[in-house]
């Protein structure tokens, strides 16, 4: 029988429902099918919330205790921000990362950060994909979600709607769409097909609206991408990309910006997709939500995104051998 891939999976802010979410995936038979599930975070505060919610409390031996919190679990508040809390989501994270890239783990699976308790803590980071780029030392990644109805490559992350033109280049947008096409063919087992929106209203309507961006930078990065031999088509206007017949033709959707990908695919597969970052030496999925603070502790948060992350870090950790 051939050996199951240890997948570190971090437990994200620890006053958020990452600590409840891995109790549930440790016994999960969904995750324990796939992999070796190594929890990297405090195992005082797994075991205070499993008290405080009446489960069994964590096998000891699948938690890498860092005791981050050291003992002060009072201190945290559920459901609030804070810099302890912040400081102890990056250790988790930067932990991770380093048995990843020192082959102690085969991949690695994030609950969420919260970036107001980050930033608190004086991290100079706005979440994990800019974290995972540092410490790698990437210099170029992506962020790609994905899920069985739709998946969404960003060529822009987390930065305002008003900085975003001036980020474009068609080196950035060609880089995504390979990217994004690498990625699909290792999962699928096929070549993609894949689809680029448009930056403005319209695709610009010819210039009518914005300054040029998809004349300028985007239709000439798909022309780029297609010399490479990828499958691609565009830009097209992003108020029609995501209609039903489209969905059913394409396998990645390479969008400018944020919330272009992230709301018709949270609208569409919100308990299930999971976030991947592109290009990086290690394999890394995520969750596609928060840190939900308005429900954590209460044992009601749902675990599909995190299991679903948990099994594509194992498929994705095995083709990559």
């Given at each position: ?19 409840e ?40 031996a ?44 085969d991949?690695i ?92 209203p ?34 097209l ?48 999925t ?36």
């Open positions: 029988m051939p050996k199951l891939p240890r997948i570190a999976i971090t437990m994200g802010d620890p006053a958020g429902v990452g600590p979410l891995c109790l549930r995936l440790l016994t999960d038979p969904r995750v324990l099918a796939v992999c070796v599930p190594v929890i990297v975070g405090d195992l005082g505060v797994l075991r205070r919330v499993s008290i405080h919610l009446g489960w069994r409390e964590p096998d000891s699948l938690v890498h205790d860092l005791t981050t919190v050291d003992g002060g679990y009072d201190a945290i508040v559920p459901g609030r921000v804070s810099p302890i809390c912040g400081q102890a989501a990056y250790e988790y994270v930067t932990f991770a990362i380093d048995e990843a890239l020192a082959g102690r783990v991949a699976a994030t609950g969420p950060l919260n970036k107001e308790a980050l930033h608190a803590a004086g991290i100079p980071f706005p979440g994990h994909t800019e974290i995972l780029a540092d410490r790698t030392k990437t210099p170029r990644v992506c962020m790609m979600l994905t899920s069985d109805a739709i998946t969404c490559s960003l060529v822009t992350v987390h930065v305002g709607y008003r900085e975003v033109p001036a980020l474009l280049t068609r080196e950035l947008v060609r880089e995504t769409i390979e990217f994004t096409a690498v990625a699909m063919e290792r999962m699928r087992g096929r070549k993609p097909r894949l689809l680029v929106c448009g930056l403005n319209h695709a610009g309507e010819h210039g009518l609206f914005g300054d040029r961006e998809e004349e300028r930078i985007i239709a000439p990065a798909i022309a780029d991408a297609r010399a490479l031999g990828i499958d691609v088509s565009g830009p206007p992003p108020d029609t990309a995501f209609l039903p017949k489209l969905r059913k033709e394409t396998d990645a959707y390479v969008c400018m910006y944020h919330d272009q990908g992230l709301i018709p695919l949270k609208s569409l597969a919100f308990e299930e997709a999971v976030n991947v970052t592109l290009g990086l030496p290690i394999v890394r995520s969750v596609d939500h928060g840190t939900a603070f308005d429900i954590a502790w209460k044992g009601v948060a749902d675990v599909s995104s995190f299991v679903k992350a948990v099994e594509l870090a194992a498929k994705l950790a095995k083709r990559s051998e």
